[in-house]
Nanobody, 115 residues
């Protein structure tokens, strides 16, 4: 099993930045993929970014050039650096890990971007 704890959410003005963290309960080198998703009020959960254990990354078109996923293997933590935030980025952000073919989710952290 993998436990995930997100942190770093909060209230920020449009154009500002936040860095989200996702701490895993085991070595992320043993986890195939770790990803960020978000769920805005009244909308379905959507993919934001993913990083593999080999360091390959991919970002959704809606955040490409503004958000960056990264990892710190020594800290078993994955980050989401969010710059140039827009009101439409307001959502609960969730971390997901794929470990031995099973998906594990954190409880999420709320990001609110004011206009």
């Amino acid at each position: 099993q993998v436990q995930l704890v997100e942190s770093g959410g909060g209230l920020v003005q449009a154009g500002g930045s936040l860095r989200l963290s996702c701490a895993a309960s085991r070595s992320i080198l043993a986890i195939s993929n770790m990803a960020w998703y978000r769920e805005a009020p009244g909308k379905q959960r959507e993919f934001v970014a993913i990083i593999t254990s080999g360091g390959v990354t991919n970002h959704a078109d809606s955040v490409k050039g503004r958000f960056t996923i990264s990892s710190d293997n020594a800290k078993n933590t994955v980050y989401l650096q969010m710059d140039s935030l827009k009101p439409e980025d307001t959502a609960v952000y969730y971390c997901k890990a794929i470990y031995h073919g099973i998906g594990y989710w954190g409880k999420g952290t709320l990001v609110t971007v004011s206009s």
